[in-house]
């Protein structure tokens, strides 16, 4: 059984430039979290989906992020005119049901902005 | 404030020891806990899951959570050097998760 997949591992994009990130969850799992994790600030929640839905977005900036996770294919967090501090690493993570708490992550995906 | 408050450590132990890592909370409405270990540019692992106040135990690992202090804890026995790593908790009060900062671990054999 697959984990949860995340693609590109690691995606360099000069300023100005869109970044897409990637997220297929784990195999029966329709809830998927974006968190994005700073050098000694821990990871911070950025948004909850679930199939076609936006449930929780209070972590996202305003503007230049979006996140999607369309019936068919992955979930996707697209960040557009992306500045060097969105240099970052951005994970992703599963689960069944909302309440059951246990939340999988994948590898990530490590983005820098030249 | 911040919803969930850990100390960063680092924490050196020699193989063996017993390793006691903590964290506080603030949100009373949290029912729900975790324990994620993350190696160097890997992905969180989930350690332990707890539901409300009480201890849990898998092997190594007992995780407990003190809902009257708002207060979890991560006991890890006879220590290895695989558990080096950084150790994340987090709590919910149901859909949304608020992570520690973690706590970087060394043991040393």
């Known amino acids: 059984n697959a984990g949860v997949m995340q693609n590109p591992r690691h995606l360099v994009r000069r300023r100005g430039q869109e970044a897409r990130l990637r997220c297929s969850p784990m195999k029966g799992h329709s809830h998927v979290y974006w968190y994005r994790q700073l050098p000694e600030e821990g990871l911070k929640f950025m948004v909850y989906?679930?199939?076609?839905?936006?449930?929780?977005e209070s972590g996202m900036p305003k503007e230049r992020f979006s996140a999607e996770f369309p019936k068919e294919g992955p979930s996707i967090l697209r960040i557009q005119q992306v500045v060097r501090g969105d240099s970052a690493a951005y994970f992703c993570?599963?689960?069944?049901?909302?309440?059951?708490?246990?939340?999988?992550f994948g590898p990530g995906t490590r983005l820098l902005v030249l | 404030q911040k919803e969930v408050e850990q100390d960063p450590g680092p924490l050196s132990v020699p193989e063996g020891a017993i390793v006691s890592l903590n964290c506080t909370y603030s949100n009373s409405a949290f029912q729900y806990f975790m324990w994620y270990r993350q190696y160097s540019r890997k992905g969180p692992e989930l350690l332990m899951y707890?539901?409300?106040?009480g201890n849990k135990e898998d092997g190594r690992f007992t995780a407990q959570v003190d809902k009257s202090s708002k207060y979890i804890s991560l006991f890890i026995r006879d220590s290895q050097p695989s558990d080096s790593a950084t150790y994340l908790c987090?709590?919910?009060?149901?859909?949304?998760?608020?992570f520690g900062t973690g706590t970087s671990l060394t043991v040393i054999p």
């Open positions: 987090a709590g919910s009060p149901g859909n949304q998760f608020y």
């Open positions: 989906l679930q199939k076609e839905n936006i449930i929780d």
């Open positions: 707890t539901y409300s106040s």
């Open positions: 993570a599963s689960s069944a049901r909302t309440s059951e708490g246990t939340q999988y």
